[in-house]
């Protein structure tokens, strides 16, 4: 009898190893990040060197965790404002992973400001491009960042904004070329 136990429980054990590890060769063939592919790399662009303008930025996307998310870092240093002599610099921090339970994907963003976004990304008709937007609020303005392919490799982006139960007004946006 103990002897019959323990094989039932061996291959109940194998089947449910079996059943809950993930599998390389049950995987499909589809690339789950298909969509936004076009991200990965690291990116530079330059402004005017203008007060309230970048000077220099440089944003990278790269896979991590065995390719269970994708990590964008970004940093952009901005020329000093008018009677100040030191130049002010941006850091932030977004995570993308795919959406539990749907097909789709949700970001979460961070920055040296304090400030935390949560993002559902879509991607609209047009051939590789991505649009991160926040969650309506009452109480909180809404975000919506946007990366689409521009001409010659170059990467065109924008950040908009909208006030609660308002519409969406452009924050800042650039092109950025892909670093060689």
Request: hydrophobic share 35%; glycine share 10%.
């Amino acid at each position: 009898m103990n002897r019959t136990c323990a094989t039932v429980l061996v291959a109940f054990l194998g089947f449910f190893i079996c059943c809950t590890s993930p599998s390389r060769a049950g995987r499909q063939d589809k690339d789950a990040w298909g969509p936004l592919r076009f991200l990965v790399g690291t990116w530079t662009g330059r402004g005017s060197g203008k007060p309230g303008e970048a000077t220099s930025a440089v944003a990278s996307f790269a896979f991590d965790l065995d390719k269970q998310i994708l990590v964008r870092k970004n940093r952009a240093e901005f020329a000093p404002k008018p009677g100040e002599k030191k130049a002010e610099v941006h850091e932030d921090l977004m995570v993308i992973y795919p959406a539990p339970g749907s097909s789709g994907f949700r970001a979460v963003y961070f920055d040296n400001e304090g400030h935390v976004i949560n993002y559902t990304i879509s991607f609209p008709g047009k051939k590789s491009s991505a649009v991160l937007e926040s969650e309506a609020s009452d109480k909180a303005p809404r975000f919506r960042l946007v990366y689409e392919p521009g001409p010659d490799g170059a990467l065109n982006n924008e950040f908009l904004i909208a006030p609660p139960g308002g519409t969406f007004k452009s924050y800042v946006k650039g092109t950025m070329k892909k670093a060689r």
